[in-house]
Each structure stands twice: as structure tokens, then as C-alpha cells.
């Protein structure tokens, strides 16, 4: 039987899935009328204020210099690196594609987390993890002439993203996190701004293009709140899978909003990466239980004596 926090983790995981799908929809819609450095900065400028006041609500704004710690710059180095390639991404390919090449982030997570964090990944793990990259090629489709320059853009953006996971393991945990978020948000904003002349100038704002970006930075909030509140509910092994909810969002809104036809290859390469994604979630969900198992085992006891009064 499913416990009732694995469901409710389960829940808030496939809520927060969702939230960022179509965040990126909307994102999406709004391309071809707006750059990306705008787009960064009108959505940043909401999202920052949004998370200011929560965090300013819950108590967990800190001084400025508390943010300035290495590794947070670095997170924050990879989420400016992200945002930008992954939002280039959406602008000139299909959204389906963009969804399921980016279903190989946890998969790419594992990777990094084997090879610089030096954490145990067996050779059943490293084998999915090939298998999944294999199955990202398959959708990609490299021809005689090389990758094109729009899809290695998505790459660019499991590259950034997966490293500021792993950067953000490492952060002390007396950090906030709300804190980190509206340094982020604050820093995405600041570059985004910075960049509006380089990519194209200011575009004139109408409700058509400026409501999207409202709606878009009410979901990426809820959907971090969500991924929180996922992992503090459940087991990380049963609710982490349900990220790849965020691949048939990805289908059904490419097919209804975009009028995308995926073909064969897009279905084909998004299977291997699920099913090799699920199977790293299994084995690291296992050798987690045998950790913990052999963990409470009992030490063994050693020859023991009786003494007698007066021997």
C-alpha cells in the first residue's frame, strides 16, 4: 500500500511538473514577438517581487552578504546560464522536443553526481545513463553536417541545469532557500536587462504578450513551492519519477497550442529516457534501503565473561 505522504508527494510533484510546462508554454507563445533577454527581464522583475514579499512574510530574508558565498554565486551563474539557453531553445524548436530532451536532466544529475561529488552510482546506473543519452541522440538526430546549433541550445541547458542542482547540494543548509530563489531571481533580471539592447531592443508591450508572462511567473513560483513541499512529503524514490509527468504536458500542449506533429523519433528517444530514468530512480531507491538496512543492523557482539563473587 502507497503511504499517504508518498501520495501527497506524488501529487505535489505531478502539480509542480505541470506548473513549469506551462510556464514554458507560455514562455513559448511569446517569442516570436519578444527577445529573450526581455522576456527574462519582464518575467524576473514579477517573480522577484512575488518572492521578496513571501520571503519577507516567513522571515527568511538575510543580509546581502550571505549571498555572496561562492557556491551561491556559481548556482547562480548556472540559473542565468540556463534560463537563457533553455528560453533560446523554446524559440526555435518544437516544444515537444524541448520537454523530452530535457526528461534526461535527472539522468544528467546522476552523472555529475558520480563524477564530481564522487558518489556511488554502479554499473547497472552507469549503463542507464548511457542508454538515456542514447536515447537524447535519437531526437536529436545528428547528420553528416553536425548537431544543429538550436538543439545543442537545449543540451547547453541540461548542462547548466544539471550543475546547478549539483552546486546546490553543497550550499549549507542555513542559507534559506527562499533566499537563494530572490537572489536568482533578482540576478536573472539583471543580466536580462543588461542584454535587451544586445538581443534586439525593447519591444512595445501589449496585453497579448505581457499577460502570458504574468500568468508564467505566477506558475514558476508555485511550481518551486510545490517541488519543495514534494520532497519534504514523500520518499525522494517514489515521488522523483513523477517529474516525467512534465513529458506528457509537454506532447499534449505541442500537439492543441503549437500544432506540432511529433514524429517517431521524438516518441522512440522520449521512451529510452524515461525508462532509463525510472531505472536509476529504482536502483538508487534501492541501494538507499540497503544502506539504511545494514545501517540498523546490530553490531556483533564479542566474547563475554562471567565473573563470579570472590573468583
Do not use: C
Not at 543580509?63 to 555572496?68: D, K, M, N, S, T
Not at 518551486?224 to 515521488?239: D, P
Request: net charge positive.
Amino acid at each position: 500500500m502507497v503511504s499517504p505522504e508518498n501520495t501527497r508527494g506524488a501529487l505535489y510533484m505531478s502539480l509542480a511538473m505541470a506548473s513549469f510546462t506551462f510556464n514554458d508554454a507560455l514562455v513559448k507563445s511569446v517569442t516570436s514577438s519578444l527577445s529573450v533577454a526581455q522576456i527574462i527581464t519582464v518575467r524576473g522583475v514579477m517573480t522577484t517581487v512575488l518572492v521578496y514579499f513571501v520571503a519577507r512574510r516567513l522571515g527568511a530574508l538575510r543580509r546581502l552578504a550571505v549571498v555572496f558565498q561562492p557556491l551561491i554565486l556559481l548556482r547562480t551563474f548556472f540559473e542565468i546560464g540556463a534560463t537563457l539557453t533553455f528560453i533560446s531553445a523554446l524559440g526555435q524548436i518544437d516544444f515537444a522536443n524541448v520537454t523530452s530532451i530535457m526528461q534526461s536532466l535527472p539522468l544528467a544529475v546522476t552523472l555529475g553526481a558520480a563524477i564530481f561529488l564522487k558518489e556511488p552510482v554502479g554499473w547497472r546506473r552507469w549503463a542507464a545513463i548511457l542508454v538515456g543519452f542514447f536515447g537524447v541522440l535519437i531526437i536529436l538526430r545528428p547528420t553528416a553536417d553536425g548537431f544543429a546549433s538550436a538543439s545543442l541550445l537545449v543540451v547547453a541547458a541540461v548542462f547548466f541545469t544539471s550543475s546547478r542542482d549539483l552546486v546546490t547540494r553543497r550550499i549549507v543548509a542555513d542559507v534559506p532557500s527562499l533566499t537563494i530563489t530572490l537572489f536568482t531571481a533578482a540576478a536573472n533580471t539583471i543580466v536580462g536587462a543588461f542584454l535587451i539592447v544586445p538581443m534586439g531592443g525593447w519591444q512595445p508591450m501589449t496585453w497579448e504578450n505581457f499577460l502570458p508572462l504574468v500568468i508564467a511567473a505566477l506558475l514558476v513560483f508555485s511550481g518551486y513551492q510545490a517541488v519543495i513541499m514534494a520532497m519534504r512529503t514523500g520518499e525522494i524514490s517514489f515521488v522523483a519519477p513523477f517529474r516525467y509527468t512534465s513529458l506528457i504536458w509537454g506532447l499534449v500542449l505541442g500537439i492543441l497550442f503549437f500544432g506540432e506533429r511529433p514524429d517517431a523519433f521524438v516518441y522512440v528517444g522520449a521512451a529510452i529516457i524515461i525508462v532509463s530514468g525510472l531505472y536509476s530512480f529504482y536502483r538508487e531507491g534501492k541501494r538507499r534501503r540497503e544502506a539504511m538496512a545494514r545501517s540498523q543492523q546490530p553490531l556483533p557482539q564479542g566474547p563475554t565473561t562471567s565473573m563470579k563473587d570472590g573468583s
